[in-house]
């Protein structure tokens, strides 16, 4: 009876652990992790899903990833790119839409591919008949080599980024533009013809840096001033008689501005304009 009663609380402890063993869910690093970019250049939402491999003292470009072969431009799945608009890559045409983004390293030049393929393991049933553009980018030396791939969106303007693909020694640019003029202008015009509230400043200021119709921006920035007459609205009127090339209408404005800005409240509204300001006036002289 004695061993017995020994025995049960042994036996107990064994099942416990085994029933233990079989519920708890192991989980181990991943060689490449999967990384999302998510980034909106103008109007267009961009998505990057790739797997992130690191050299780890090896030779990855050229040897383990062997030149003039295509490449799943990352580990794991075929890397993917998606864009909520039209876009234009490297000079080429794509549409809206999701794509596996491919490459072929070479030494002194490297192929970007743009495959309808979105859906697919590396490379390995990559099909060339899928694909939607290619084009050739030259690489960039890197002075500091880049242990783990990475994809990243730089450079950004309203139309215009750069795709950077780093790893190693090199870095690919790829080129990025959209049309952003020809949506914001309509949504512009159709906002001037209607009946509620104008965007008059934020239409000035897009002309204004979009080299567009600096008569009809100046306009706005007067229907602005005469909505509401603040520092900001009248450095906006500056800045876009300096570009029609009157500098002593900018300079007045500028100063005008600055004496708004001074009567503010706002010590950063005070500091920030004033700067704007003087600095426009110096580009001036």
Known sequence: MLHSRLLLPAAAAIFATGLFAQTTKLEWPVASPAATLKQRVGLTDIEITYSRPGAKGRVMIGKIEPYGKVWRTGANNATT??????VKLGGKEVPAGKYALFTIPNEKEWTVIINKGAAQWGAFTYDESADLVRFNVTPVPLAVPVETFEIGINDLRDDSATINLSWEKVRVPIK???????????????AMAGT???PYAQAAGF????NLDLKKALTWADAAIAAGANQTNIHLKAKIL????DKAGAIAAAKQSIELAMKS????????????????IASLK
């Open 242 to 245: 300096a570009k029609l090339g």
């Open 207 to 210: 002309y204004l840096e979009h």
């Open 81 to 86: 790119i998606t864009f909520s608009t039209a």
């Open 265 to 280: 409240d706002n010590v950063g509204v005070r500091t920030e304009y004033t700067k704007l300001n003087e600095n426009l």
């Open 176 to 190: 990025l533009e959209l049309d952003v003029v020809g949506p914001i202008v309509a949504q512009i015009d159709g």
């Open 196 to 198: 509620g509230t104008k």
